[in-house]
C-alpha cells in the first residue's frame, strides 16, 4: 500500500486550489460563442435509442422548463466541461438534479435518504454535481412562482448543508465516513416543521411502494396466469424482449451478485417481462420489468432491467475503467450511497447492450415538485446537499473538499449565482426545443 498523504496535506491542497479557481469564478457562466445547439445534442443521443420511444422522451421534457432540465444532462455536461474546473475529483453522481434523490429501504429495512440515479456515474470535478442540482433547485422554484430571493434563498441553504457536512466528514475517520447515513430518524430532528408534513408523506408513500404494492398495480391474472398488464406505449410487451433474452441476462447478471444473493434469486422462477418506459432523461434506452415469483403465488419480485450507455461526461472526460456501462453505474452507486439494493448488478446481452439491474420498487419515494412549497423546496435541497456531501466524502477526498469550501459562504453565494444564469440558459434552451417541436423538427409525444 502508497503512504497516504495527512489530512493536513489534502486541506492545503483544497486551499490551493481556491486560491487557483476560487469560488467565485464558479459563479461566472456564459455561453461560449460555440455552444452546441441543446436540441442538436439531444438529436444524437436519440440515434441509439428506441425510435417509437424518443417522441415519449421529447413529450416528457417538454412539460415545463423543469421536466426539459431532467433529461438535458448532456446539453449542461457540455456547457460545465467548457470552462475550467477546480482539479478536485470524486465520484460524480453526474445527473445531481434535486428529483434525484429521496427515500428507499435499506437491506436492514431502515429508511434513508440518498441519491438514487446513477445513470451518467463517472469520476469528474465534485463541483459539476453542485452545479448541477443548484441550477435545479432554482428552475423548480420558478416552476413554483417562487420569487427569485426565495429560490436563491433554497440554493445557499442546499450549499451551506453540502458545506457544512463536508467539513464534519473531513474531521471523521474514513471507516465512519463508510459507515454513516441520512436515515429518517436524523431526517425527522433536522426538518423545519413547516416541512415536516413533505417528508412524513414521502415516507408514508414510501412504506406502500414494494412489490406487493407493484403486483396489484401493474398486473392482473388472465387464464389463470398472472401477467404484466400492457398500457402503451409506456408497458408493453415486445417480441424482442423474449424468454431466451430475459433468461440470459439474469443467468449473467447472477455472476455480479455475493454468493447469498444469488441463492435469493434462485429461489424465485420468471413469470412475465415487458418493457417499462422510466423517467425522462432515459427514455428511449431499452428497460423492462421482469416479474418473478418465489413459487406459491404471493411472493412476488420485480425487478428492473435498464440499458446503460457511455455517461454523457464521457465526452469529455477520461472513460470509465470499468468493462462495462452496468458495471459502471453499479460500481458508482455502491460508491456513493449508504446502502444499495441487495438485488444491484449488471449483465451484458446477447446483443452485446449493457445493462444493470435492480428492484423496480423498493420502499421508494421522492420529490413531487410540483406539490413543493418554498420551505418544502429548501428542507429538500438541504438533504440533497447533505446526502450529496455523503457521497462524495466517501468516494472522493473530505479534507480536500473542505478545504476548497471554506468556513465562509463564498461557494454559497457562488453557487446561487450560478444558478440564476443556467436557469435562464435553461429557459432559452426550453423556448428552442418547444419551437423545434412546433416546426416539426422533433416529434413530441404529450400526455405519457
Known sequence: MTSRPTTDTLKAAGQAARTTRPPAALGVWRPAADRPDPVALLESQALSRIPELVPVRYGRMGVSPFTFYRGAALPMAADLAANPS??????????????????????????????????????????????????????????????????????????????????????????????????????????????????????????????????????????????????????????????????????????????????????????????????????????????????????????????????????????????????????????????????????????GRHVYIRQLQDQKASAVVEAMTQDDLVTWGELCGWALARGHARSGEPATIAGYLGDDAAFDQAMGSFAETYADQTERDFDAFSAATKSGRITAEAGV
Not at 465520484?91 to 436492514?108: I, K, R, V, Y
Not at 392482473?220 to 424482449?241: F, L, Q
Not at 418493457?275 to 420485480?302: R, Y
Open 86 to 351: 477546480t482539479g478536485i475529483v470524486v465520484q460524480l453522481c453526474g445527473d445531481a438534479h434535486l428529483s434525484n434523490f429521496g427515500l428507499f429501504a435499506s437491506p436492514e429495512r431502515s429508511e434513508l435518504f440518498d441519491i438514487n440515479d446513477f445513470d451518467e456515474t463517472l469520476h469528474g470535478p465534485f463541483e459539476w454535481d453542485l452545479q448541477r442540482l443548484a441550477a435545479s433547485l432554482t428552475v423548480a422554484g420558478r416552476s413554483r412562482s417562487f420569487s427569485a430571493h426565495d429560490s436563491r434563498h433554497a440554493v445557499h441553504r442546499a450549499m451551506r448543508s453540502y458545506r457544512q457536512r463536508m467539513a464534519e466528514y473531513a474531521s471523521m475517520r474514513a471507516i465512519d465516513v463508510y459507515y454513516s447515513s441520512v436515515s429518517v430518524a436524523s431526517i425527522l430532528t433536522f426538518v423545519n416543521k413547516r416541512a415536516r408534513p413533505m417528508i412524513e408523506s414521502a415516507v408514508r408513500s414510501a412504506a406502500h411502494h414494494d412489490a406487493l404494492h407493484d403486483v396489484s398495480k401493474l398486473t392482473a391474472v388472465v387464464d389463470g396466469k398472472r401477467v404484466i398488464v400492457d398500457r402503451p406505449p409506456v408497458i408493453v410487451h415486445r417480441p424482442e424482449v423474449d424468454n431466451p433474452l430475459v433468461a440470459t441476462i439474469l443467468a449473467r447478471y447472477l455472476e455480479s451478485l455475493q454468493e447469498d444473493r444469488r441463492v435469493l434469486v434462485d429461489r424465485y422462477e420468471i413469470v412475465d417481462y415487458a418493457m417499462k418506459v422510466v423517467g425522462v432523461g432515459s427514455v428511449g434506452l431499452g428497460a423492462f420489468a421482469v416479474l418473478l415469483d418465489g413459487g406459491s403465488g404471493d411472493d412476488p419480485l420485480f425487478l428492473q432491467v435498464k440499458e446503460a450507455e457511455a455517461s454523457v461526461y464521457e465526452r469529455f472526460l477520461s472513460p470509465s475503467l470499468q468493462p462495462s456501462h452496468g458495471a459502471r453505474v453499479v460500481a458508482g452507486q455502491r460508491r456513493l450511497q449508504a446502502a444499495s439494493d441487495i438485488f444491484l448488478g449488471f449483465a451484458v446481452g446477447t446483443r
